[in-house]
């Protein structure tokens, strides 16, 4: 459970978790199995954003978690926005990070909402790249992965509506 994806955190020296979060006041601490979780800060956005210390042993380690709370299971959100600044703000903070650790993108079954988000941001990467996305690709790839990953035809349209905002973006701020 949850509680399984602290101590993944913990130990694989992971830097960002999308998951929920028990609501804990500021500063609380939860013991869950080996590892303490303290929120240290939030910010609400397109959901919540929080900063927590993770405890796991005698080491301590900060991790940033991000919770989109407006993206229903089996659903898309109202807009692919969000999503775009969700997925900036999560590469700023890793850049800006002094850890290496990867990042962890997770939702309740781990392959609707968590297969959109890769999908999005494989294909980002591809445009800033390659100048074009194969979202096909990209699906068959991550489902050779993961089974069952983008869930819904809705989802799968959802990640193309994204990557045109972004690609659209990306031409309207290079003048092409």
Known sequence: GKENLWLVGCREN???LCSSLSR?????????SEVAVQKKSFILR?????????QCGNQ????QHYWYTSWPDHKTPDSAMPLLQLMADVEADRRAAATTGPVI???SAGIGRTGCFIAT?????QLQVEGVVDVLSITCQLRADRGGMIQTGEQYEFVHHALSLYEARVSAETGQ
């Open 14 to 16: 992971i830097f960002t």
């Open 24 to 32: 804990c006041a500021l500063s609380e601490t939860r013991i869950m």
């Open 46 to 54: 397109f959901g919540l954003d929080l900063c927590v210390f993770v």
């Open 60 to 63: 301590t380690r900060v991790l």
């Open 105 to 107: 993108v997770h939702c």
């Open 121 to 125: 941001t494989i294909g980002c990467r």
